[in-house]
């Protein structure tokens, strides 16, 4: 008896699991083929950037507006051209393109993050420059703010100085300004000597700071905190009009 009820209970689970199993089946082939049935834009804002609106995406996806997406089959949308159709666009990191059960398409989109400001005689040719080095176009949705750079007398500079090993320290430079928010908000205009020496202009303060190379960074602005908790405060801010930290376990001012 007690072996039959076992038995019993036994076909019952299956029968159980192929009807789950079947219902799961009837749900993917019904999900694979259904239309899509409205397209959801995400973007990440994390760092209160607006270089690329939901409108942008959506006309992106469909070709400004040339390739309807809603009531596509599925085997009319292809899910990674879209992606990588997303991902051509400078101000997009990273893109991803998914349905869900209810047929919606969704994008998920992270932009692209300047730093610095590359800065020309004739501001219209300005641009961007990434965290990883590479050139990003000014948009006319929204101005990033980001410390300007240039060569000392006004000369530009090109995102293509950051890609080798050299511009790569003064890359670092400039990250360690975007991610301190005290520096990010402090250091006004930075330039690059003829040396290769950075100095850089202040919001708060007259003083040039002469930085010297981009190395040892968190030591020196270590030191130039220094001057400024002991300094203006004893003798004021007008006391001296340049400020050098490039020398080890030294700050020279005059």
Not at 34 to 60: A, D, Q, Y
Not at 61 to 79: I, M, N
Not at 129 to 154: C, E, H, K, M, Q
Not at 179 to 187: I, S
């Amino acid at each position: 008896m007690e072996l039959k009820r076992k038995a019993n209970n036994l076909l019952f689970a299956s029968a159980c699991l192929l009807l789950l199993v079947g219902l799961g089946a009837f749900a993917a082939v019904k999900q694979a083929n259904r239309p899509v049935n409205g397209v959801i834009v995400s973007i990440s804002n994390e760092f209160n950037n607006f270089f690329i609106s939901e409108r942008e995406v959506t006309s992106l996806l469909t070709r400004k507006g040339e390739e309807r997406l809603e009531g596509a089959r599925p085997s009319e949308v292809d899910l990674k051209a879209l992606e990588a159709r997303l991902k051509a666009h400078s101000f997009v990191k990273e893109a991803q393109v998914y349905r869900d059960l209810a047929g919606n398409l969704h994008a998920d989109v992270r932009q692209n993050r300047p730093i610095a400001r590359l800065v020309h005689a004739d501001s219209r040719q300005d641009s961007y420059l990434d965290t990883d080095g590479n050139r990003l176009p000014l948009s006319p949705l929204f101005t990033a703010r980001v410390v300007p750079i240039s060569r000392s007398g006004g000369q530009p500079l090109t995102a293509g100085f950051f890609q080798d090993s050299t511009g790569e320290q003064y890359l670092k430079f400039l990250r360690y300004i975007d991610e301190k928010p005290f520096w990010r908000a402090q250091v006004a205009e930075v330039f690059v000597g003829p040396n290769g020496k950075i100095s850089f202009t202040q919001q708060v303060g007259d003083q040039r700071i002469e930085f010297g190379f981009p190395d040892n960074i968190s030591e020196k602005f270590a030191k130039l905190m220094v001057f400024y908790r002991q300094i203006p405060p004893v003798l004021g801010w007008d006391t001296y009009h340049r400020v050098n930290v490039e020398f080890k376990d030294q700050i020279i001012c005059e």
